[in-house]
């Protein structure tokens, strides 16, 4: 059974850091492509980033460029994402996503991130 | 960036009616086009890919159509379970855009 569970949300001040961790299970990790893509409270799904399976190409959404970091650990099979220099506007639940051929076909939990003073 | 519009925002709906779902994106995106469903402090669910294709384990009673820029969901007969908020999402252009969904609910 493929699994995705998020960890490392939390409150955080403007300005702080958070690293977020995904952990797969019940796939070979090290062939999929994965994505971030988060939901602000009562919002719509937001793509944020994304990794090539063997973590040689990024991207990222304009709105968070130069702040995150997306980056994994095919040996731990774990998907993570550096957040730094966090706004008001990053709150929201952060989600895992695996990347099947262009669209998501199994999602984590979630992890939510509130950013406030 | 290609822009995603879901109509319409609520779709108030009896239980075994019929419920179309429509989305509409700024330029073509070929037939590179899924549907999700998202209940209340859930995940998104994977129901539609490639425009018309079934995720698997998804009821025959989902089914989706369209290309280029015109798609619909089609729920055949809604269940109890099928009273959520769905979401279109292209993946033929960077960055992968959502809509902003469409809420069916119990009428």
């Known amino acids: 059974e493929v699994q995705l569970v998020e960890s490392g949300g939390g409150l955080v001040q403007p300005g702080g850091s958070l690293r977020l961790s995904c952990a797969a299970s019940g796939f070979t990790f090290s062939t999929y492509r994965m994505h971030w893509v988060r939901q602000a409270p009562g919002k719509g799904l937001v793509w944020v980033s994304r990794i090539n399976s063997d973590g040689s190409s990024t991207s990222y959404a304009d709105s968070v460029q130069g702040r995150f970091t997306i980056s994994r650990d095919n040996a731990k099979n774990t998907l993570y994402l550096q957040m730094n220099s966090l706004r008001a506007e990053d709150t929201a639940v952060y989600y895992c996503v695996r990347d099947r051929q262009g669209d998501f076909d199994y999602w984590g939990q979630g992890t939510l991130v509130t950013v406030s003073s | 960036e290609i822009v995603m519009t879901q109509s319409p925002a609520t779709l108030s709906v009896s239980p075994g009616e019929r419920a179309t779902l429509s989305c509409r994106a700024s330029q073509s995106v070929n037939s590179n086009l899924a549907w999700y469903q998202q209940k209340p402090g859930q995940a998104p669910r994977l129901l539609i890919y490639g425009a018309s294709t079934r995720a698997t384990g998804i009821p025959a009673r989902f089914s989706g159509s369209g290309s280029g820029t015109e798609f619909t969901l089609t729920i055949s007969s809604l269940q109890s379970e099928d009273f959520a908020v769905y979401y279109c999402?292209?993946?033929?252009?960077?960055?992968?855009?959502f809509g902003q969904g469409t809420k069916v609910e119990i009428k």
């Open positions: 999402q292209q993946y033929n252009n960077w960055p992968k855009t």
